[in-house]
């Protein structure tokens, strides 16, 4: 089981990045998924959660600018960023809490991070 994230990039403040992250794998069910970024020298916070039903929770820094989204048949997950500031510039990381086939036992997987920048 991996976790593969894309999209991030450099965008100018006010613009809007879409990142994506699809999970691969024998997998048996996915429970909540979510995004966590890292800006340097600070610690990886949570950013937005959606579970398997849609239900969502956001970070308080992104409340009204992100939006988290999820295909369940096709094991992604999505953030919308739009309003973007500089203070968004950070390594986002997919996170998801997967059973994989062989063991029908959840546990959290992280994908590889990608790189969102916010400058002018």
């Known amino acids: 089981v991996q976790l593969q994230a894309s999209g991030g990039g450099l965008v100018q403040p006010g613009g809007s990045l879409r990142l994506s992250c699809a999970a691969s794998?024998?997998?048996?069910?996915?429970?909540?998924m979510g995004w966590y970024r890292q800006a340097p020298g600070k610690q990886r916070e949570l950013v937005a959660l959606?579970?398997?039903?849609?239900?969502?929770t956001y970070g308080g820094s992104v409340k009204g600018r992100f939006t988290i989204s999820r295909d369940n048949a096709k094991n992604t997950v999505n953030l919308q960023m739009n309003s973007l500031k500089p203070e968004d510039t950070a390594v986002y990381y997919c996170?998801?809490?997967?059973?994989?086939?062989?063991?029908?036992?959840?546990?959290?997987?992280w994908g590889q991070g990608t790189q969102v920048t916010v400058s002018s």
């Open positions: 959606i579970t398997s039903g849609g239900s969502t």
């Open positions: 996170n998801a809490l997967i059973a994989p086939t062989s063991t029908r036992i959840l546990n959290g997987y």
């Open positions: 794998g024998s997998i048996f069910s996915i429970n909540g």
